[in-house]
């Protein structure tokens, strides 16, 4: 299975199209999302979405913790068949072929990938739809986006 870890705060519209986008990716995912004390009625939403494991943090975590707190629950208590996670805002929408994309790229040599975002909605509509949803090809960039980034168990166990 592909374990997805998303932070939220507020934003309610935007998070509902992330968890969506995630939930229909073109291989099986599990979702846990930190709710980082919203107080849009998001959380509430979330309680209402049985395909989606959530926790609510009250203060704030902050973005860091919650992505430690995030990866060390997959990572450590997910089992050893947990070998990679998607880590991801809540702000994004992910072309429905992405996490595979991001996969595929991942591997000895590079145990770190990121996703490169595209800031025109009408581009990556229109990509998705001539690539039939597939991952919008897009070129490698020089330095991570850390709003979409796939990290493997084994980094995670050398870095932390």
Known sequence: MNSVLMLCHNALDMTKSAVLSVLYQDIPTRLLVVDNASSDGTWEWLQQQPEVQSVAF???LGVSK????GLRQWFEFGGRQVEHVLVLNN???LAKGFYRGLLGRLGPTTPFVTGVSV???AYALSAKMALGAATIPTPMAPCPYFSAFCISRRIWEQVG
């Open 58 to 60: 009250r203060p704030q």
């Open 66 to 69: 919650g992505w430690n707190w």
């Open 91 to 93: 702000d994004v929408e």
């Open 119 to 121: 800031d025109n909605r």
